[in-house]
Structures are given as structure tokens and as C-alpha cells.
């Protein structure tokens, strides 16, 4: 699989060295294809560098790792390209708690988008294990084709499985669950190496 990279930051690139290492081959859509850091970065998961429109068209699917804010303009920008997409929105609270406006953005341009990888920090994705046990991810979204394919990514870059929150109604709640993390890690002060798993009986 192509997968387009859209966000040169720590979510971004640990996700392309994942995915480059489990065999798929990575994009990297920016707004300055020849800028120097961008190329540099990209160098290390043997990426090829394109403008976001094209690194879109061209990838099978598309990881957003942006600020939450900027999503639902680019959505709009994109427009056409994103019909019919498999999208991973990995972003954060654009908008009031109870609200996902860069999701819907994504859905209203008619992208087959999962919000998912929000909710934890880099070094998860980095490495999910904890000692004998593996890290769960979670997802929403409402294409049932769309979440099957991101629960595989998940799974290749080393999670257990990839936890259905639900449908698009339940995306809400994945980005409020992403502050559950950022309390308990940053404000509660116990640290980035922390991670959820679901257990049952």
C-alpha cells in the first residue's frame, strides 16, 4: 500500500518508519515539496516528497497528523481528491468539546475517514509493547471497509488490534479520550510511558 503523510511532525514520522519497515511505501504531502527539513525528514523512510494535492491522489491512504485547526480548510481545498479516500484522522479538538469539525470536513468531501492514532502518545506508536503485553488503539468512523484496512496499519505497526469506538457519532468521544492521555501523562505527571488496553472477562 502507498500511504500519503500529511504532518512532518512526531506522530508523522514515527508512522512512516512503522509502515516503511512493514513494507508499505510512503508519501510525504507538503506545502513546500523542496524545503530542506521537509527532504531530510522524509530521506529517513525513503519517502518521496509531493505537494499535498498530489501526495493525495497518489496514495492509496492518507494519515493526517496536522493541528487539529487546519484540517477542515484543507479538507475543503482538497475537495475531489479525498472522494472515496481512506483517510486516518489522527488529529485533536478543532473545535468545542462534542464537536469533531475536521472530521466532518473530511466525511463532507466525501473521504472514507477513520479518526484514529489521537488518542496516545508518539512513543506508543513508536513501541506499543509493555513487557508480555501489547497496547490497543482505538478507532470511529463510518465505513466498515475503511476501519478494516486501518485496523491492519495498526496491527503492522505492532498493536494489538484496533478497538471499533463506532460510527462517525463516536468520534467525539475518541478526542475527548485523547485528553484522558494527556491528563494522566502530562498534568498528573505520570509520564509519557503510559497506554490503554481494553480487557475482558
Not at 121 to 144: H, K, V
Not at 154 to 175: N, W
Request: charged share 25%; net charge neutral; glycine share 12%.
Amino acid at each position: 500500500m502507498t500511504i500519503t503523510i500529511i504532518g512532518a511532525g512526531n506522530i508523522g514520522g514515527r508512522l512512516a518508519e512503522k509502515w516503511k519497515a512493514a513494507g508499505h511505501s510512503i508519501l510525504i504531502g507538503a506545502r513546500n515539496p523542496s524545503d530542506e527539513e521537509t527532504l531530510k525528514w522524509a530521506a529517513g523512510s525513503d519517502a518521496r516528497v509531493l505537494s499535498i494535492a498530489d501526495a493525495v491522489q497518489q496514495g492509496d491512504a492518507v494519515l493526517i497528523a496536522t493541528p487539529g485547526k487546519v484540517v477542515a480548510e484543507m479538507a475543503t481545498r482538497l475537495g475531489e481528491a479525498l472522494r472515496g479516500k481512506l483517510v486516518m484522522d489522527a488529529t485533536n479538538m478543532a473545535g468545542p468539546p462534542g464537536t469533531s469539525l475536521g472530521f466532518d470536513a473530511l466525511r463532507n468531501a466525501g473521504a472514507d475517514a477513520v479518526k484514529v492514532f489521537n488518542c496516545t502518545g508518539w512513543e506508543n506508536l513508536a513501541d506499543p509493547r509493555y513487557g508480555n503485553e501489547l497496547a490497543d488503539m482505538f478507532m470511529a468512523g463510518g465505513s466498515q471497509e475503511a476501519k478494516a484496512n486501518v485496523r491492519e496499519l495498526v496491527k503492522a505497526i505492532g498493536f494489538s488490534d484496533a478497538i471499533d469506538m463506532g460510527g462517525d457519532d463516536k468520534v467525539h468521544l475518541l478526542e475527548a479520550f485523547a485528553l484522558v492521555w494527556i491528563d494522566l501523562a502530562i498534568m498528573q505527571k505520570m509520564g509519557r510511558g503510559i497506554a490503554f488496553k481494553l480487557m475482558r472477562r
